[in-house]
């Protein structure tokens, strides 16, 4: 979900003021590095967020199977709502840039 800016100082995507809107943004911008790990030890180098052992895909499990963000932040509280937007910005970014190549 891409936060957008709404009339009247409001994001869309987190319902809140645009400075909560652009605060959220510049977190999810934050480079792999800092938001996936991979490591053979830890569940076999299957990406996870970092900090956890809470694997990449279960956030794209959770919203392919019509759950919310919140939901999946609820059932996996040591991932934060920035680490998720995060992921989420890169992959729409991976999308989004590949989409000219084709």
């Known amino acids: 979900m891409v936060p957008t800016r709404k009339a009247r100082g409001t994001c ?3 319902g809140g003021s645009t400075d909560t809107c652009y605060t ?6 934050m480079s ?9 030890e ?9 900090g ?14 019509q759950h919310s963000l919140d939901e999946f ?3 996996f509280p040591s991932v934060t709502r920035s680490q998720a937007i995060a992921v989420l910005e890169q992959a729409r970014e991976l999308v989004v840039s590949g989409a000219g190549a084709a």
């Open 52 to 65: 956890t052992r809470v694997p990449v895909q279960a956030l794209f499990d959770y919203l392919e199977g």
């Open 24 to 29: 959220l943004r510049r977190r999810a911008l």
């Open 12 to 14: 869309s995507a987190f």
């Open 32 to 40: 792999e590095a800092q938001v996936i790990h991979r490591d053979p």
């Open 42 to 50: 830890i569940l076999g180098g299957t990406p996870i967020f970092v």
């Open 73 to 75: 932040l609820d059932d």
